[in-house]
Each structure stands twice: as structure tokens, then as C-alpha cells.
């Protein structure tokens, strides 16, 4: 089956550092999207990601979309405290049908040192 | 903005014991989801659902597993003999379209005795 292979595990980071994640895939996916979970919520959406090549960024966070469609990675600039949480990588395969469903990475755990 | 809302946000039941977990999706979203993530692993497919009824079941999905749009704005999943390994966070998510991004609960987290 489809797997997504997420790395780091974790990272212990001083504030102000840069960050980067990334997952890589056995198969293509058309879409791959970022999440951040905090203790005790669900992920919440950081990025979306459609085309191979795309670059995006929202605010200190930038992701790409790789352009074999079986990678991607997450960059955070100039990291904060409330940076901290885990960061999930999901793949979908939009053309598959009717399958939706999101396949998702272990998580990267971010703990950032004020 | 708006949110998926799921409830409650812990139950707790005895081995054998039906459950429901209820989640209210994005009030204008098409497409819902649940899924589930038992500690210290990733989360896992359960079933999604479009237009009544269920367009993808993982295999964790079986006979015990059952899913429900009983009126315009709740979705419920219910365990019908729960099991110790059902315990997990139960997150339901919704989208508007297939393409769109899926919305996440904050999830119900489900303990079995």
C-alpha cells in the first residue's frame, strides 16, 4: 500500500533557527497537504500543495511540492516558541476514483528552546 | 471561521460496549471523514463519505464499524462491541469538494476498560 516516509522523528531547535521536514512516498500523489497538531487538538491545515514544482509559502512556513509528485518538504524561518507541535505530511491521490482519503506521515516534533 | 466540531471530547467505555462519536461538519462541506490515531502512531484512513453513503472503507473499517448522517448537520461513527485496540483519537474531518483540503475535529479520544 501506499506509505509516507516523514523525517526528522523529531528536532529540538533554538528560536530564531530555521527548520526543514520533509516526506518522501513509494507512489505519486496529486496533492500533499502540511498539518500542525497541537496537544490535545486535531491538525490543523498549514499548506496545500496541487501541482508538481509548486512552491508555497504562508507567512514563516514554505513548502514544495516535489517534482517526481513523490515528495515534499516544510521550512519554517526564523522559528518561535509557539512553533512547537507536530508537524504531519498526508498525500492524496485525487484521481483515484472516488478515494480521498489522505495518507498520512509518523510526524515531526518540533520543540523549539526560547 | 468555521470549525468541525466533535463531541465528546473523551469517552470513556467498558470492552464490549457500543459507542457513538458525534462530529458536526463544516455546515456547507460535502465530503466527511473519519479517522483515527492510536498513541504515539499515525493516523490512519477509516471511511469517507459522500452524497449518504460511504464512497471508501480502510480495512480497519469492519462489521463493527458503522456511519451515519441521521439529519443535515451531524455525522456520527459508531463502534457497536468495542474492543481494548479501538482505543485511539477518533478525528472526524469534512471538506467541500474532493479537491479541496479535508478540516480537522479536535477529535474525541476513546477509552476502552
Known amino acids: 500500500g501506499q506509505q509516507l516516509n516523514q523525517s526528522p522523528q523529531s528536532m529540538f531547535i533554538q528560536e530564531g533557527e530555521d527548520v526543514s521536514m520533509n516526506c518522501t512516498s513509494s507512489s505519486i500523489f496529486n496533492t500533499w497537504l502540511w498539518y500542525k497538531q497541537d496537544p490535545g487538538e486535531g491538525p490543523v491545515l498549514l499548506i496545500a500543495?496541487?501541482?508538481a514544482g509548486e512552491l508555497t509559502s504562508n507567512g514563516r512556513l514554505t513548502a514544495q511540492f516535489g517534482i517526481t509528485r513523490k515528495d515534499s518538504f516544510l521550512n519554517i524561518s526564523a522559528s518561535i516558541p509557539s512553533d512547537v507541535g507536530i508537524y504531519f505530511c498526508a498525500g492524496q491521490d485525487s484521481n483515484a476514483g472516488n478515494n480521498r482519503k489522505l495518507i498520512w506521515g509518523l510526524g515531526t516534533s518540533l520543540a523549539v528552546n526560547p | 471561521e468555521p470549525e468541525v466540531t466533535q463531541t465528546p471530547s473523551h469517552q470513556v467505555t467498558q470492552m464490549g460496549q457500543e459507542v457513538i462519536l458525534r462530529c458536526v461538519p463544516i455546515s456547507n462541506h460535502l465530503y466527511f471523514y473519519w479517522y483515527r490515531q492510536i498513541l504515539g502512531q499515525k493516523v490512519e484512513f477509516l471511511v469517507s463519505f459522500y452524497n449518504n453513503e460511504i464512497s471508501e472503507k480502510s480495512e480497519i473499517f469492519d462489521d463493527q464499524f458503522s456511519v451515519e448522517r441521521p439529519d443535515g448537520s451531524n455525522f456520527t461513527l459508531k463502534i457497536r462491541s468495542t474492543k481494548l485496540e479501538d482505543s485511539a483519537m477518533y478525528f472526524c474531518?469534512?471538506?467541500?469538494?474532493?479537491?479541496?483540503?479535508?478540516?480537522f475535529g479536535d477529535g474525541t479520544r476513546l477509552s476502552i476498560l
Open positions: 500543495l496541487y501541482k
Open positions: 474531518a469534512s471538506s467541500l469538494y474532493r479537491e479541496q483540503p479535508q478540516h
